[in-house]
């Protein structure tokens, strides 16, 4: 090769003289790459060739371009010089030619991207940025296609960008920002312990929640002739609304929607163990965030006579004494709040005047002490301890499934004319039960199991009256 180079440089050098003596200029350019051929020579590019380095720049267009027209890539950026003057438009002095922090060639050759322009898709974030540190797509504005894009999800919001549903309560992220208004970043945004893609639904069982203010949901079965003083309900509804609570929407207090539902078979007594064997045979919305309450002939809690026990999402209660004398409106009230707040999981474990006789009223006004007035009925603000302020951070639903399809029909069992499911101001008709449970699909966030058995049990040992 260096041979071969030397008889070249030799029949240059020849013909220049060539020319110099039949008075010419020794200017010449053997191969036409706009570069005298001495002066490749001095430069090391060959005079024969136009372009030296192969790189689709003659050696005279590297010369002007600054380009080292023995490199083909001269920045080392993956791409031929020629190709980035003429088909690209980058510079081939420079490996990174937008300086958003990937190399021209890793842009054209794996990316994708747009080696002249920092934010290829336009979404607010680097190219760079989103290859190397998020992961979502340079060239897709909304990578997950939840409808919000990319830079607002890292910046103003803190969504996943590659994740549809960030906080995964069943809502994609821009439903959540755009048309609920709840938060994509935490699954119960109001905390009630019910996901906001179940309380977001407009049909099915669950259609009158609202994933902004709080809600707690009950199935109220009974046997037949113990069905519960409705005004009694209506008074524990209105405690409820009146909860100092506050809500994401700014309103206060927690709605409490209680399904009057079925007359079930009475028996002469309920146990623990048969309070279980009801709830499979009886409850309609099981799986669909529904506490389950059973109004019972006479409760029975380790063989003893109560006014009523319960569990988390599990409560049975009795409307009448041992005497056959029915309570009166506000003693059912109170019968029900109590249970009720056991059921939503104030106990004794969180405080120890809950279903004790070692606090007094006037320390702790509330329906869940032992030494409250038989009919009062209300939950503890102040005091010793606050029962709205416990529920207010941890207030129990059952678990919540969601539905494919909406089923709203109401229930259609009856005992009798009389018995038969009704509604009231504060009570609502009953959605069917599923008829297929293969064709319900989970929420993402199950908590609890609604079926448990409920012990310990936390028992009501009221008056009798």
Known sequence: MGSKRAVAGALVALAALALATAGGLAVADVDGDGVRSLSELDAGTDPLVADSDGDGLDDGAERDA???????????????????????????????TDDDGLADGREVESTGTDPLVVDTDGDGLGDDREVTAIGSDPTEADTDGDGLRDGRE???????????DTDGDGLADGREVEVVGTDPTV?????????????????????????????????????????????????????????????????????????????????????????????????DNTARGYHHAMVVADARATGESVAGFATTGH???????????????????????????????????????????????????????????????????????????????????????????????????????????STASSVRASPNSPTDASAITPSFRLGQDTLRTPFPVRLHRGQKC
């Open 66 to 96: 600054g380009t080292n027209p023995l490199v083909a890539d001269s920045d080392g950026d993956g791409l031929g010089d020629g190709r980035e003057v003429h088909d690209l438009g980058t510079d081939p002095l420079a490996t990174d």
């Open 154 to 164: 890292v910046r103003d919001l803190e969504t996943d960008p590659t994740e549809a």
């Open 187 to 283: 699954a119960d945004t109001d905390g009630d312990g019910l996901d906001d893609g179940v309380e977001a639904a407009e049909t099915g069982p669950l259609a009158a929640a609202d994933p902004l203010a709080r809600d707690v949901f009950v199935e109220l079965d009974y046997m037949r002739g113990e069905r519960p003083d409705p005004d009694a309900v209506a008074l524990v509804v209105d405690r409820f609304a009146n909860a100092p609570i506050e809500n994401p929407d700014g309103s206060t207090g927690v709605a409490l929607h209680v399904v009057v539902d079925d007359a079930i078979p009475r028996e002469p007594t309920t146990s623990e163990f048969d309070s279980v064997r009801l709830r499979l045979s009886h409850f």
């Open 315 to 421: 409560v049975v209660l009795q409307t009448h004494g041992d005497d056959g004398d029915a309570y009166t409106t506000r003693g059912q009230a109170h019968v029900l709040m109590h249970e009720l707040g056991h059921s939503l999981g104030l106990s004794a474990t969180r405080y120890a005047g809950i279903d004790s006789h070692a606090v007094p009223y006037d320390d702790y006004e509330s329906t869940m002490n032992y030494n409250s007035p038989w009919e009062a009925v209300t939950y503890s603000s102040s005091g010793a301890f606050d029962d709205w302020a416990y529920l207010d951070k941890h207030m129990y639903a059952p678990p919540a499934w969601r539905l494919p399809t909406a089923r709203n029909a109401s229930a259609t069992t009856s005992a009798s004319a009389n018995e038969s499911t």
